[in-house]
């Protein structure tokens, strides 16, 4: 019964590959964000959608689509993957009516090696 | 520039101890103040969210402090346990929901037996 759920846990391929991760939420929450974390462990928010929609897009390269099918999915497609998108990325879930004091619920995390 | 600075990088205790963590912030406009615990290989757990108006609040044994005139805020773990163990960030929202939020690095809690 995990509130976000992120697949794959590991991701290791290499260099130009294509990959997606995956993210579902049974909260109920109609906003959803990937936040990659790097090796200095800063959590930066890279996209956020709210009801399917695209709310946030912080400068991310267009090799990162993300793809909102419902409101419970929020799933992240990478093309030509570079060494530099060696991280771990981050779904999180929300609800969108409470700012001030909504809570941020985060999946365990994929780890992504990029060799 | 906004920022968020933690302190210190990372802490060591013995259990049953206690200790206190510290976040300096230079985010403008404020919204709130949270802190999250992050274990190792999983996601941020929200612990405390303090919003202007609030100079403290507790989530069990954990109590967290604001003030927002220094723009400083701090961690207060009582009694520390083996599964206190981890990441613990600070982070500040300005007005304008998630697109706002500043991340702290953390501050790596280690409780030794």
């Known amino acids: 019964d995990t509130a976000v759920s992120q697949t794959p846990k590991y991701l290791v391929t290499q260099m130009g590959n294509d990959k997606s991760i995956k993210c579902e939420q049974n909260?109920?929450?109609?906003?959803m964000y990937w936040y990659k974390q790097d090796s200095k462990k800063f959590l930066k928010i890279m996209f956020s959608y709210n009801n399917k929609e695209l709310i946030i897009n912080e400068t991310v390269p267009n090799r990162f689509s993300p793809k909102s099918p419902d409101k419970a999915h929020l799933n992240l497609h990478i093309n030509s993957l570079e060494l530099g998108d060696s991280a771990v990325y981050f779904c999180?879930?929300?609800?969108?009516?409470?700012?001030?004091?909504?809570?941020?619920?985060f999946g365990s995390g994929t780890q992504l090696s990029v060799l | 520039k906004n920022q968020v600075e933690q302190s210190p990088q990372s802490l060591i205790i013995l259990e049953g101890k206690n200790c206190t963590l510290q976040c300096n912030y230079t985010v403008s406009p404020f919204s709130n103040l949270r802190w999250y615990k992050q274990d190792t290989g999983r996601g941020p757990v929200s612990l405390t969210i303090?919003?202007?108006?609030?100079n403290t609040k507790s989530n069990g044994r954990y109590t967290a402090t604001l003030d927002a005139d220094t723009k400083q805020s701090s961690l207060h773990i009582t009694a520390s346990q083996l599964s206190d163990s981890a990441s613990y960030i600070c982070v500040v929202t300005s007005p304008g929901g998630y697109s706002t939020l500043t991340f702290g690095k953390g501050t790596m809690l280690l409780v030794s037996p």
């Open positions: 303090m919003t202007f108006s609030e």
């Open positions: 909260l109920g929450h109609d906003t």
């Open positions: 999180a879930s929300s609800q969108w009516t409470d700012r001030t004091n909504e809570k941020l619920f």
